[in-house]
C-alpha cells in the first residue's frame, strides 16, 4: 500500500511555461544547458553552474547557492508561482502520436525504505549526496522522478474524465517534437478519491530517477531526525513523483559501444561469437535486433544479427533472460575484458533516442571498434525484476520521453 497526497505546486504561468519547462539536469551537460537556456529556462535554477562565466563546477558552494538564488528570484519575478489549493496534477506526453497520462503526486519517504516504492537500479553514494544538497538547500523537489503503478480502471476513469471536461492548463511541443500537456484536477472530490485509490494500489515502481529517489528520502530521514516531534505527515516527508500506468510505458533501447577488441581481429572475434550465437552478416544497412535474444552488432563496416542459442540465457530467471546479461556476460566479458560496466572507460553506452546511425557513426570514426544494439526491455521485465528484490545490470532501461523540469514543483513550505 502507498501513501500520496495532492500539493500545492510551484509552477509557471501559461504564457511562460514553454519557456521555464526544460530537459532534466542530467540528460545534458553544462555546456549543452548554457547553450540551450533561454531567460526563463528553469536550467538556471537545476544547471546553475552555467551563470558563472567560465562555467563553474557544478558541485561549488557558489553553485548550490546560486540555485537558491535563482529559485528566489523566479518566485519573485512571477515566473513561478504556487497554487493556493493542494492539487493532483495530470502531466500527458505525446510522442510520435502516442500520448501517455501520468499524475503529478507527493509520495511518502518511507514507503521507498519500506520497499513499497520498488527500484531496478543500484544508486551512487556521490550522486545521492549531490541531489540531496539541492533538496535540503531549496526544501522543494525541484525536479520530478518518474514513476509507473500497476493499471487501474478506476484512475484511468477519472484522468479521462478531467481530460475531456477541461481545457489544459499548458499544452506546448518542445523543441525535441514532444508534446507535453497538463491539467490541474481542482474538483476536490476527485482528488481524495485517488488518495483512497493509491491507498489500495500495492507498489509503485521508479521508471527514472533512481538517485533523486533516494536523495529524497534521505532528506526525508534527515528531518525525522531533527524533529522530536515527527508525526510522517510533515511536508518533508513527501516527494515529487510524476506516475504513469505502467501499460502505457515504453522502454526504448541503450546500446553499448567499445574502444577495442580486447587484443583480438575482427575475424577473431566473429569466430569467437560463433560458441554463443548464430552469427549472420547482414550487410551495409543498419540492422535492427527483431526481437529478445537476438543482436546487432556493427563492425567493419558490416552489420550483423547475433541470435543467443539456447543455454546462454535462462528466460525462468527475472536476471537471466535479460539481453543486457547476455551480452555482458557471453560477449563483453567473456571475449571483450570487460566486466564492470559501472567503471570500465573501454564501453560507453548509446541511447536508443539517438539511434543505431550513432552506433555506427562512432565506430566509422575510429572512436570506437564495435557496436551491440539490443532489444529494448519490456515493461513487464522491469516489473518482475523489481518484484523479487533483483537489481537491473548498469544502463539497461532508457524511458523517452523524459519529463520535462519545472513543469510542477514541489515545496516543503505549503
Wanted: one cysteine or more; a negative charge.
Amino acid at each position: 500500500m502507498v501513501r500520496i497526497k495532492p500539493f500545492r505546486g510551484i509552477r509557471p504561468p501559461k504564457q511562460y511555461a514553454s519557456e521555464v519547462a526544460s530537459r532534466p539536469y542530467d540528460v545534458l551537460n553544462s555546456a549543452e544547458a548554457k547553450a540551450e537556456a533561454t531567460e526563463r529556462s528553469l536550467l538556471h535554477i537545476i544547471k546553475p553552474e552555467i551563470d558563472f562565466d567560465p562555467i563553474a563546477d557544478e558541485h561549488s558552494q557558489e553553485v548550490y547557492e546560486k540555485a537558491m538564488e535563482n529559485f528566489r528570484l523566479w518566485r519573485e519575478k512571477g515566473w513561478l508561482q504556487q497554487d493556493d489549493q493542494e492539487h493532483y496534477y495530470i502531466y500527458a506526453q505525446t510522442m510520435e502520436g502516442r500520448t501517455q497520462y501520468g499524475l503529478a503526486m507527493c509520495c511518502h519517504f518511507e514507503d521507498y525504505l519500506s520497499g513499497a516504492i520498488k527500484k531496478h537500479e543500484l544508486t551512487r553514494p556521490d550522486k545521492e549526496e549531490d541531489r540531496m544538497i539541492h533538496v535540503r538547500n531549496q526544501q522543494a523537489n525541484i525536479e520530478p522522478v518518474f514513476f509507473a503503478y500497476p493499471d487501474d480502471k478506476e484512475i484511468d476513469a477519472i484522468v479521462e474524465k478531467v481530460v475531456k471536461e477541461n481545457p489544459a492548463d499548458y499544452d506546448f511541443t518542445a523543441a525535441d517534437g514532444f508534446g507535453h500537456h497538463m491539467w490541474v484536477i481542482r474538483d476536490k472530490a476527485l482528488n481524495d478519491r485517488l488518495t483512497e485509490i493509491f491507498a489500495g494500489i500495492p507498489a509503485l515502481y521508479v521508471a527514472d530517477g533512481h538517485h533523486r529517489t533516494a536523495a529524497a528520502a534521505r532528506v526525508g530521514q534527515e528531518c525525522r531526525e531533527k524533529n522530536p516531534n515527527h508525526t510522517g505527515e510533515e511536508e518533508y516527508c513527501y516527494f515529487l513523483a510524476v506516475t504513469f500506468p505502467a501499460s502505457q510505458l515504453r522502454i526504448i533501447d541503450y546500446n553499448r559501444v567499445v574502444k577495442d577488441l580486447n587484443g583480438m581481429t575482427p575475424a577473431e572475434l566473429l569466430d569467437a561469437l560463433k560458441t554463443d550465437f548464430e552469427v549472420e552478416k547482414r550487410g551495409s544497412e543498419i540492422y535492427h535486433p527483431s526481437g529478445l535474444h537476438d543482436f546487432s552488432m556493427y563492425l567493419e563496416g558490416e552489420w550483423y544479427s547475433l541470435k543467443a542459442k539456447p543455454g546462454t540465457y535462462d528466460d525462468n530467471d527475472p536476471i537471466g533472460v535479460l539481453d543486457v546479461t547476455v551480452l555482458s556476460n557471453r560477449v563483453l566479458d567473456k571475449l571483450l575484458g570487460i566486466q564492470d560496466l559501472r567503471t570500465s572507460k573501454r564501453i560507453d553506452f548509446v541511447g536508443g533516442i539517438r539511434g543505431l546511425g550513432e552506433l555506427k557513426k562512432r565506430v566509422d570514426s575510429g572512436e570506437m571498434k564495435v557496436a551491440f544494439a539490443l532489444y529494448p526491455v519490456s515493461m513487464q521485465q522491469l516489473i518482475n525484476i523489481a518484484d523479487t528484490g533483483n537489481i537491473m545490470p548498469p544502463k539497461t532501461t532508457w524511458f523517452e520521453p523524459k519529463l520535462r523540469s519545472g513543469v510542477v514543483i514541489h515545496s516543503f513550505e505549503q
